[in-house]
């Protein structure tokens, strides 16, 4: 099977091209490394197209492949310029659509938990998306759009998966907007106490890349076309996570509160409803403890993390 897989030099890409590669897959690695690392793709075989995802001429010279999976987006939340995180996120979106479309390729696409805003958890792919944000807003686009095609045109095979918080290698690059895992493990790895919004009992659903990778390809064998939340099913805390670091790393280091200057419109508790995951039998496999485990012991120790560095073409 060759798989080509936009936002390839990104944190849940690289993971997604390294899988499908330990299956035998042959992977087409598409990136315009704008947020990203070349060195998330140590070690990896695919051929290289450095583009962007908004230029209308790269889709004539793409190779023929057996699926697509799109991560390509802007990540970063707090970015302040609403034009480029609505063409790239969902104008870029429409383009890979529409070339899968037009190929008849299946596609599997990155959405977001947070198309459901500050909506009530367990978070239910059937509940009224309530967007709080562009980047949400620009996320729940892709859904509606795709939705609102399949239902008058034949589409081969198009699942959305709404990633809930997730953690794990090669996401050091994305700074301020890594996970609060990889955040607190370099505070407590220098010996620093943790430092979190009062009190720590913040919860989220924090999924380990692992198992995300994993459910984004499995996702590519689905019968029909879905939108799927990928999430535990489980909210951890702050504390929870600072606890886990604590011992993977050996430490005891307590939490240094301080007062949340977004209080009023931070999100404080997200749980995704993973009952259609379980149905079609995919669920994770990771909890937050081993996860962070994992992490920690098989990557940030062994320092096979590269450092914060990003190439343009
Ligand atoms: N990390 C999370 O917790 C999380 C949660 C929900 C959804 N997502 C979604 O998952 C996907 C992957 O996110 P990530 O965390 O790996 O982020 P990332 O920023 O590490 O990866 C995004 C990749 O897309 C590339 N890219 C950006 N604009 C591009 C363009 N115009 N053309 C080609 N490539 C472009 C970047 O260079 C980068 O490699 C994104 O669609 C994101 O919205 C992530």
Redo the contacts with the bound molecule.
Sequence with gaps: MKVLV?????????NIVKLLESKGAKTII???????SYK?LDGTKGDVIC????DAAIYKKLPKVDAII???????TTLLDDTKMMM??FE?FKNVFNYSLKKKIKLV??????VYGNGRSPMSETQEAAPHNT?AYS?YLCDVHSEKVSKVVKTPLVVGV??????GP??Y??GS?A?MTYQLYLQMKNGKRPRVFKHGEQKRDFIYVKDVARITVEALNLKKNAILNVGTGTAGSFNEIIAALNKSLNKNLKPDYFDNPYADVYQDFTQADIGLLKKLGIAPEFDLRSGIKDYVINYLEKEIQPKADSAKC
């Design positions: 936009t936002g390839a030099a990104g944190f849940i890409g690289s598409f990136d315009n490394f704008s947020h990203s998330n583009a962007d995802i908004l799109h991560e390509a987006a802007i990540t970063d790239v996120n870029g696409y990155a959405s977001s938990a947070g980047y996320k709404r990633y809930f918080n997730v953690y090669n996401e690059h994305k907007a996970s």
